[in-house]
């Protein structure tokens, strides 16, 4: 199929032991509002997918180790073929916690870190110590065997140290490095005043754009801003062929731009089913119709997915088909899903 789920991440649940100041889903230790499902449903929920396709499955939460049974959906996901991946802050990693992942078959973990001191991170993370707990969790992984990727979410507060912190995640033995330019949903509404501006964020690209062409060991992405492909083709005409076709092979699973509702998804906790995780709108719930018919039938993945229907600059540019603009951030930042990319620099035409 054209558009196949490759990555679904699951909010197993919202509940959290930290309280960060960019978070999603606004995770709190108490959700009352927004239960755990039981764990019965959660293997509905896999049974559902893997009888549709075989994408990863991502873990996530909130903090999904708060989830007592969250070993018991690992195990029955990779007993179901699915390749079975987690999202944790780190913090509650313990060397009995790396045997339980290693057992229900747990592939790939991802943490995240946001500043290349711990003074930066656990300001991000509203808890001291943070840091500490979570380069104390790769250590762990490390001794255990367990293969690690590093997310890194940037604002006006953090971003001086995006060269450094790179340093240290090369350092410590992750397998790829995420950066992420916060879109502003969930708790990251309250800091808009820290979005990285238009000016600030094309140098950020632009010094991606450098750094990977020396890096040959450590899988680096910008993530949330498609534009980055733009401008490796732009650039490419420059610095040559090579560069190009390397950054676009090896870009998420060989595809480029924004993947919301194209090849990822979440399902949340209430059980619908998100374009990603910084979209907060509902295209269906697992709870009323089959994965597969709202990957297939949704109106919203359908708009999502016709280029032709974007508007304003996004809909002007040449460079549509491999960027599509962060629709998420468009959603966010004008109410409009469709519309341009609000922090592109790019003017078709010009």
């Given amino acids: 199929m054209e558009f196949e789920p490759k990555w679904v991440a699951w909010e197993v649940t919202r509940r959290c032991n930290l309280h960060c100041v960019h978070c999603r889903s606004s995770s709190e230790l108490d959700v009352q509002a927004h239960p755990d499902f039981s764990l019965e449903e959660g293997k509905r929920v896999l ?49 009995d916690i790396c045997e339980k992942m290693k057992e229900s078959g747990i592939k790939m973990v991802s943490l995240s870190i946001d500043g290349a001191v711990a003074q930066t991170h656990d300001n991000f993370r509203s808890q001291p110590g943070a840091f500490d707990g979570t380069l104390n969790a790769i250590k762990l992984f490390n001794e255990h065997g367990i293969k690690f990727l590093v997310n890194s ?50 140098k950020i690209l632009d010094w991606h754009y450098e750094m990977e062409k020396d890096e ?53 906790v209430d059980g619908n089913v998100l374009p990603c995780s910084y979209f907060p709108k509902a295209a269906g719930n697992v709870r009323k ?7 297939e039938n949704s109106e919203l993945f359908k708009e999502l997915r016709d280029f032709k229907g974007y508007k304003d600059n996004c809909g002007r540019c040449e460079y549509v088909n491999v960027c599509g603009g962060c629709r998420a951030r468009a959603y966010a930042m004008t109410g409009d899903y469709l519309a341009g990319e609000p922090f592109c620099s790019y003017n078709p035409g010009s």
């Fill in 289 to 295: 119709q089959s994965f597969k018919d709202i990957w």
């Fill in 47 to 95: 049974d559902d997918i893997s009888g549709y396709a075989s994408p990863v499955v991502v873990l996530s939460g909130g903090e999904p180790l708060l989830r007592p049974d969250v070993f018991e959906l690992a195990s029955y996901g990779t007993g179901l073929g699915l390749r079975m991946c987690m999202a944790t802050n780190g913090t509650l990693v313990t060397a």
């Fill in 216 to 268: 040959d060991e450590l899988l680096v992405r910008p993530t949330c801003a498609p534009q980055y492909y733009r401008i490796v083709l732009q650039r490419a005409k420059e610095d040559g062929e090579r560069f190009k076709r390397r950054t676009l092979k090896f870009s998420t699973g060989g595809a480029k731009g924004c993947l919301a509702g194209q090849l990822i998804s979440l399902i949340d």
């Fill in 153 to 202: 979410s940037f604002t006006m507060r953090n971003k001086d140290e995006i060269p450094a912190l790179y340093k240290l995640v090369k350092s410590l033995g992750a397998t790829a490095w995420y950066l992420f330019m916060i879109v502003p949903t969930g708790r990251g509404e309250d800091i808009m005043e820290e979005l990285i501006p238009e000016e600030e964020y094309d």
